[in-house]
Protein backbone atom coordinates (compact mmCIF):
# COMPACT_ATOMS: atom_id res chain seq x y z
CA UNK A 1 0.00 0.00 0.00
CA UNK A 2 1.26 3.59 -0.95
CA UNK A 3 0.57 5.93 2.18
CA UNK A 4 0.67 9.64 2.24
CA UNK A 5 1.37 11.10 5.52
CA UNK A 6 0.86 15.11 6.43
CA UNK A 7 1.84 17.02 9.69
CA UNK A 8 3.04 20.55 10.40
CA UNK A 9 5.37 19.16 12.01
CA UNK A 10 7.44 16.68 14.18
CA UNK A 11 8.06 18.70 17.05
CA UNK A 12 7.92 16.90 20.89
CA UNK A 13 4.06 16.15 21.44
CA UNK A 14 1.45 13.18 21.40
CA UNK A 15 0.52 13.08 17.97
CA UNK A 16 3.63 13.41 16.55
CA UNK A 17 5.10 10.69 18.81
CA UNK A 18 1.83 8.52 17.40
CA UNK A 19 2.69 9.21 13.66
CA UNK A 20 6.16 8.04 14.22
CA UNK A 21 4.98 4.86 15.92
CA UNK A 22 2.71 4.36 13.32
CA UNK A 23 4.85 4.72 10.05
CA UNK A 24 7.65 2.92 12.73
CA UNK A 25 4.90 -0.38 12.81
CA UNK A 26 4.02 0.07 8.54
CA UNK A 27 7.49 1.24 6.76
CA UNK A 28 8.46 -2.26 5.95
CA UNK A 29 5.68 -3.60 4.14
CA UNK A 30 4.29 -0.69 2.75
CA UNK A 31 5.27 2.25 0.64
CA UNK A 32 5.39 5.48 2.69
CA UNK A 33 5.87 9.14 1.84
CA UNK A 34 6.03 12.27 4.66
CA UNK A 35 4.71 16.12 4.06
CA UNK A 36 6.38 18.08 6.38
CA UNK A 37 5.07 21.90 6.68
CA UNK A 38 7.83 22.99 8.66
CA UNK A 39 11.32 21.87 9.02
CA UNK A 40 10.95 21.43 12.95
CA UNK A 41 12.12 17.85 13.68
CA UNK A 42 12.44 16.51 17.10
CA UNK A 43 11.79 12.50 16.34
CA UNK A 44 15.23 12.18 14.55
CA UNK A 45 14.45 8.64 14.52
CA UNK A 46 12.12 9.78 11.15
CA UNK A 47 15.19 9.88 9.74
CA UNK A 48 16.34 6.56 9.82
CA UNK A 49 13.54 4.38 8.35
CA UNK A 50 14.10 5.27 5.44
CA UNK A 51 10.99 7.08 4.26
CA UNK A 52 11.17 10.19 1.92
CA UNK A 53 10.31 13.40 3.66
CA UNK A 54 9.15 16.48 2.02
CA UNK A 55 9.39 19.59 3.29
CA UNK A 56 6.63 22.40 2.57
CA UNK A 57 7.17 25.62 4.23
CA UNK A 58 3.86 26.82 4.43
CA UNK A 59 2.79 30.57 5.24
CA UNK A 60 0.55 32.78 3.31
CA UNK A 61 2.35 34.23 0.75
CA UNK A 62 3.24 30.59 -0.51
CA UNK A 63 -0.02 28.97 -0.20
CA UNK A 64 -0.60 28.94 -3.92
CA UNK A 65 2.75 27.45 -4.53
CA UNK A 66 2.14 24.81 -1.37
CA UNK A 67 -0.59 23.71 -3.43
CA UNK A 68 1.35 22.90 -6.34
CA UNK A 69 4.08 21.48 -4.73
CA UNK A 70 1.39 19.07 -3.31
CA UNK A 71 -0.52 18.46 -6.66
CA UNK A 72 2.74 17.40 -7.92
CA UNK A 73 3.92 15.02 -5.10
CA UNK A 74 0.28 13.02 -5.47
CA UNK A 75 0.84 12.48 -9.13
CA UNK A 76 4.74 11.20 -8.81
CA UNK A 77 4.17 9.38 -6.08
CA UNK A 78 0.51 8.43 -6.56
CA UNK A 79 -0.76 7.12 -3.13
CA UNK A 80 -3.91 4.87 -2.06
CA UNK A 81 -4.48 6.90 1.08
CA UNK A 82 -3.49 10.54 2.69
CA UNK A 83 -3.67 11.11 6.46
CA UNK A 84 -3.19 14.35 7.63
CA UNK A 85 -2.43 15.51 10.92
CA UNK A 86 -3.36 19.23 11.13
CA UNK A 87 -6.57 20.69 10.23
CA UNK A 88 -4.56 23.61 8.90
CA UNK A 89 -2.89 20.72 6.39
CA UNK A 90 -6.20 19.38 6.46
CA UNK A 91 -8.10 22.65 4.70
CA UNK A 92 -5.27 23.27 2.45
CA UNK A 93 -4.96 19.49 0.64
CA UNK A 94 -8.16 18.04 1.84
CA UNK A 95 -10.17 19.29 -1.45
CA UNK A 96 -7.43 18.59 -3.57
CA UNK A 97 -7.90 14.72 -2.43
CA UNK A 98 -11.32 14.98 -3.20
CA UNK A 99 -11.31 16.09 -6.65
CA UNK A 100 -8.55 13.07 -7.31
CA UNK A 101 -10.81 10.84 -5.40
CA UNK A 102 -7.93 9.43 -3.21
CA UNK A 103 -9.28 8.47 0.13
CA UNK A 104 -8.32 11.29 2.59
CA UNK A 105 -8.23 10.58 6.72
CA UNK A 106 -8.23 13.23 9.13
CA UNK A 107 -6.52 12.65 12.37
CA UNK A 108 -6.42 16.21 13.74
CA UNK A 109 -8.40 15.95 16.49
CA UNK A 110 -6.24 14.61 19.86
CA UNK A 111 -8.16 16.79 22.73
CA UNK A 112 -11.44 17.19 23.92
CA UNK A 113 -12.51 20.30 25.16
CA UNK A 114 -15.50 20.23 27.70
CA UNK A 115 -17.22 23.33 26.63
CA UNK A 116 -16.45 24.13 22.88
CA UNK A 117 -19.12 26.53 21.26
CA UNK A 118 -20.51 25.83 17.94
CA UNK A 119 -18.96 29.41 17.46
CA UNK A 120 -15.29 29.48 18.95
CA UNK A 121 -12.81 29.40 16.63
CA UNK A 122 -11.13 26.33 16.99
CA UNK A 123 -14.54 24.35 16.13
CA UNK A 124 -14.87 26.29 13.12
CA UNK A 125 -11.26 25.34 11.84
CA UNK A 126 -11.92 21.78 12.69
CA UNK A 127 -15.31 21.84 11.29
CA UNK A 128 -14.46 23.16 8.10
CA UNK A 129 -12.94 20.24 6.71
CA UNK A 130 -15.37 17.48 7.59
CA UNK A 131 -17.12 17.79 3.99
CA UNK A 132 -12.95 17.23 2.69
CA UNK A 133 -12.13 14.06 4.92
CA UNK A 134 -13.88 10.36 4.25
CA UNK A 135 -12.51 9.46 8.19
CA UNK A 136 -12.19 11.89 10.96
CA UNK A 137 -9.84 9.95 13.17
CA UNK A 138 -9.85 10.62 16.76
CA UNK A 139 -7.91 9.03 19.43
CA UNK A 140 -10.79 8.99 22.25
CA UNK A 141 -13.99 9.00 21.73
CA UNK A 142 -14.48 12.11 23.78
CA UNK A 143 -13.18 14.01 21.53
CA UNK A 144 -15.77 13.10 18.14
CA UNK A 145 -18.24 13.93 20.77
CA UNK A 146 -16.31 17.64 22.04
CA UNK A 147 -15.83 18.78 17.96
CA UNK A 148 -19.45 17.34 17.27
CA UNK A 149 -18.36 14.49 13.94
CA UNK A 150 -20.93 13.45 11.96
CA UNK A 151 -21.00 9.54 13.38
CA UNK A 152 -20.80 8.47 9.40
CA UNK A 153 -17.22 9.49 9.25
CA UNK A 154 -16.35 9.01 13.57
CA UNK A 155 -13.62 6.58 13.91
CA UNK A 156 -11.47 5.99 17.15
CA UNK A 157 -8.27 4.36 17.34
CA UNK A 158 -6.04 4.59 20.90
CA UNK A 159 -2.52 5.25 21.14
CA UNK A 160 -0.68 2.60 20.92
CA UNK A 161 2.20 2.68 23.32
CA UNK A 162 5.94 0.85 21.98
CA UNK A 163 6.48 -0.94 25.13
CA UNK A 164 10.33 -1.32 23.76
CA UNK A 165 11.21 1.87 25.43
CA UNK A 166 10.74 1.04 28.74
CA UNK A 167 14.33 0.06 28.41
CA UNK A 168 15.42 2.66 31.05
CA UNK A 169 18.92 3.73 29.53
CA UNK A 170 19.78 5.38 33.27
CA UNK A 171 19.32 3.82 36.57
CA UNK A 172 17.36 5.75 38.94
CA UNK A 173 20.41 6.69 41.13
CA UNK A 174 21.91 8.05 38.27
CA UNK A 175 19.00 10.52 37.91
CA UNK A 176 18.70 11.26 41.34
CA UNK A 177 22.51 12.55 41.58
CA UNK A 178 21.97 14.31 38.02
CA UNK A 179 19.25 16.00 39.27
CA UNK A 180 20.36 16.92 43.13
CA UNK A 181 17.40 14.80 43.90
CA UNK A 182 17.82 13.79 47.84
CA UNK A 183 14.48 13.11 49.21
CA UNK A 184 13.07 9.24 49.44
CA UNK A 185 10.04 10.16 47.49
CA UNK A 186 9.13 11.46 43.65
CA UNK A 187 6.14 13.06 42.13
CA UNK A 188 6.36 13.96 38.83
CA UNK A 189 4.57 15.73 35.92
CA UNK A 190 5.30 15.72 32.44
CA UNK A 191 3.51 17.97 30.42
CA UNK A 192 4.35 20.78 28.06
CA UNK A 193 3.79 24.30 30.06
CA UNK A 194 0.72 25.65 27.81
CA UNK A 195 -2.76 27.04 28.41
CA UNK A 196 -4.29 23.31 28.15
CA UNK A 197 -1.98 22.06 31.21
CA UNK A 198 -3.11 22.83 34.81
CA UNK A 199 0.57 23.26 36.19
CA UNK A 200 -0.78 25.81 38.70
CA UNK A 201 -3.23 22.98 40.49
CA UNK A 202 -0.01 20.83 40.29
CA UNK A 203 2.14 22.90 41.89
CA UNK A 204 -0.59 24.45 44.35
CA UNK A 205 -1.11 20.87 45.70
CA UNK A 206 2.59 20.01 46.39
CA UNK A 207 2.65 22.86 48.95
CA UNK A 208 0.04 22.12 50.62
CA UNK A 209 1.90 18.51 50.86
CA UNK A 210 5.04 20.26 51.82
CA UNK A 211 3.21 21.75 54.57
CA UNK A 212 3.29 18.14 56.42
CA UNK A 213 6.02 16.50 55.06
CA UNK A 214 9.44 17.30 53.78
CA UNK A 215 10.54 13.59 52.15
CA UNK A 216 9.33 14.56 48.25
CA UNK A 217 10.78 16.08 45.04
CA UNK A 218 8.32 17.37 43.26
CA UNK A 219 9.80 17.11 38.74
CA UNK A 220 8.13 18.45 36.19
CA UNK A 221 9.75 17.44 32.51
CA UNK A 222 8.66 20.12 29.75
CA UNK A 223 8.70 23.67 28.78
CA UNK A 224 6.69 26.32 27.51
CA UNK A 225 5.33 29.75 27.71
CA UNK A 226 3.94 29.65 31.16
CA UNK A 227 7.01 28.35 33.03
CA UNK A 228 7.68 31.86 34.30
CA UNK A 229 4.84 32.10 35.70
CA UNK A 230 4.29 28.41 37.37
CA UNK A 231 7.90 28.87 39.33
CA UNK A 232 6.97 32.34 40.56
CA UNK A 233 4.39 30.54 42.70
CA UNK A 234 6.74 28.76 44.68
CA UNK A 235 7.36 30.41 48.24
CA UNK A 236 10.77 30.42 48.78
CA UNK A 237 11.19 27.73 51.10
CA UNK A 238 9.60 25.34 49.52
CA UNK A 239 12.52 26.21 45.85
CA UNK A 240 14.83 23.25 47.24
CA UNK A 241 11.63 20.35 46.83
CA UNK A 242 10.92 21.58 43.16
CA UNK A 243 13.00 20.75 40.46
CA UNK A 244 12.37 22.30 36.57
CA UNK A 245 13.72 20.03 34.23
CA UNK A 246 13.12 21.48 30.74
CA UNK A 247 12.27 18.81 27.70
CA UNK A 248 14.57 16.04 27.98
CA UNK A 249 15.36 12.89 25.80
CA UNK A 250 14.97 10.27 28.03
CA UNK A 251 11.87 11.49 29.73
CA UNK A 252 11.41 7.49 30.33
CA UNK A 253 14.63 7.20 32.73
CA UNK A 254 13.19 10.48 34.70
CA UNK A 255 9.92 9.07 34.98
CA UNK A 256 11.45 5.82 36.01
CA UNK A 257 12.33 7.37 39.59
CA UNK A 258 8.90 8.67 40.18
CA UNK A 259 6.53 7.07 42.85
CA UNK A 260 2.93 8.48 41.57
CA UNK A 261 2.55 10.41 37.67
CA UNK A 262 0.59 13.29 38.16
CA UNK A 263 -1.41 14.75 35.06
CA UNK A 264 -3.30 18.11 35.85
CA UNK A 265 -4.88 19.23 32.75
CA UNK A 266 -7.77 21.48 31.31
CA UNK A 267 -8.62 18.85 28.31
CA UNK A 268 -7.05 15.99 27.14
CA UNK A 269 -7.52 13.00 24.55
CA UNK A 270 -5.60 10.04 25.20
CA UNK A 271 -2.32 11.73 26.98
CA UNK A 272 1.04 9.82 25.83
CA UNK A 273 2.14 11.08 29.34
CA UNK A 274 -0.69 8.56 31.21
CA UNK A 275 0.60 6.35 29.03
CA UNK A 276 4.15 6.23 29.76
CA UNK A 277 3.24 6.70 33.44
CA UNK A 278 1.27 2.91 33.66
CA UNK A 279 3.43 1.51 31.38
CA UNK A 280 6.44 1.86 33.43
CA UNK A 281 4.29 0.59 36.06
CA UNK A 282 4.06 3.98 38.73
CA UNK A 283 -0.15 4.90 40.10
CA UNK A 284 -1.30 7.95 38.21
CA UNK A 285 -3.74 10.87 39.37
CA UNK A 286 -5.44 12.59 36.75
CA UNK A 287 -8.26 15.14 35.77
CA UNK A 288 -11.23 14.15 35.17
CA UNK A 289 -13.01 14.87 31.36
CA UNK A 290 -11.97 14.03 28.08
CA UNK A 291 -10.04 11.05 27.19
CA UNK A 292 -8.63 10.18 30.33
CA UNK A 293 -11.39 8.43 32.01
CA UNK A 294 -11.02 6.10 28.78
CA UNK A 295 -7.55 5.29 29.82
CA UNK A 296 -7.65 5.41 33.91
CA UNK A 297 -9.79 3.05 35.71
CA UNK A 298 -10.58 5.01 38.38
CA UNK A 299 -9.75 3.84 41.70
CA UNK A 300 -7.81 0.71 40.54
CA UNK A 301 -5.40 2.08 38.21
CA UNK A 302 -5.08 5.53 39.83
CA UNK A 303 -7.55 8.37 40.49
CA UNK A 304 -9.01 10.55 38.06
CA UNK A 305 -10.22 13.98 40.18
CA UNK A 306 -12.44 17.28 39.70
CA UNK A 307 -10.44 19.89 37.87
CA UNK A 308 -8.64 22.68 39.30
CA UNK A 309 -9.52 20.91 42.52
CA UNK A 310 -6.09 21.60 44.43
CA UNK A 311 -7.67 20.03 47.63
CA UNK A 312 -8.25 16.67 46.25
CA UNK A 313 -4.77 16.57 44.36
CA UNK A 314 -3.05 16.96 47.35
CA UNK A 315 -5.13 14.21 49.02
CA UNK A 316 -4.56 11.43 46.32
CA UNK A 317 -0.84 12.70 46.38
CA UNK A 318 -0.78 12.01 50.37
CA UNK A 319 -2.54 8.81 49.82
CA UNK A 320 -0.35 7.25 47.50
CA UNK A 321 2.60 8.61 49.19
CA UNK A 322 1.32 6.95 52.33
CA UNK A 323 0.31 3.82 50.87
CA UNK A 324 3.42 2.58 48.57
CA UNK A 325 1.39 -1.30 48.81
CA UNK A 326 -1.74 0.11 47.42
CA UNK A 327 0.54 2.55 45.06
CA UNK A 328 2.39 -0.72 43.69
CA UNK A 329 -1.17 -2.40 43.13
CA UNK A 330 -2.32 0.58 41.05
CA UNK A 331 0.99 0.36 39.74
CA UNK A 332 0.77 -3.25 38.61
CA UNK A 333 -2.79 -3.04 37.44
CA UNK A 334 -1.84 0.03 34.93
CA UNK A 335 0.67 -1.56 33.19
CA UNK A 336 -1.45 -4.55 32.21
CA UNK A 337 -3.95 -2.52 31.03
CA UNK A 338 -1.10 -0.85 28.24
CA UNK A 339 -0.14 -3.66 27.49
CA UNK A 340 -3.40 -5.60 26.79
CA UNK A 341 -5.53 -2.11 25.71
CA UNK A 342 -2.83 0.37 24.41
CA UNK A 343 -0.27 -1.98 21.99
CA UNK A 344 1.30 -0.83 19.15
CA UNK A 345 0.61 -3.77 17.15
CA UNK A 346 -3.74 -2.89 17.80
CA UNK A 347 -2.87 0.87 16.48
CA UNK A 348 -0.91 -0.16 13.72
CA UNK A 349 -3.24 -3.22 12.92
CA UNK A 350 -6.22 -1.23 13.58
CA UNK A 351 -5.33 1.84 11.12
CA UNK A 352 -4.05 -0.66 8.37
CA UNK A 353 -7.29 -1.83 8.28
CA UNK A 354 -9.03 1.14 8.48
CA UNK A 355 -7.12 2.06 5.56
CA UNK A 356 -8.02 -1.31 3.62
CA UNK A 357 -11.63 -0.61 4.43
CA UNK A 358 -11.46 2.92 2.38
CA UNK A 359 -9.97 1.40 -0.69
CA UNK A 360 -12.04 -1.07 -1.15
Given at each position: ??????????????????????????????????????????????????????????????????????????????????????????????????????????????????????????????????????????????????????????????????????KIKRNKSEIRDEFKILTNK?????????????????????????????????????????????????????????????????????????????????????????????????????????????????????FTIQPQNVRQLA??????????????????????????????????????????????
Amino acid sequence: MKILYIIESLSSGGKERRLIELIKGLHKNHQIELVLLTSNIHYLEINTLNIKIHKLERNIFKDAKLLYSFSHILKKFDPEIVHCWDNIAALHFGPICKIKKIPFINSMISSAPAKLSYYSKRYLANAMSYCFSDIILSNSHAGLISFRVPKNKSKVIYNGFDMERLKIKRNKSEIRDEFKILTNKVVGMTASFSKMKDYPTFVSAAQILLTQRKDVTFLTIGDGPNISEVKKMIKKGNNQFFRFLGRQQDVESIVNIFDVGVLSTYTEGISNSIMEYMALGKPVIATDGGGTKELIVNKETGFTIQPQNVRQLAEKMMFLLDNPEEAKKMGKKGKERIEECFSISKMVNRTLQLYRDQIK
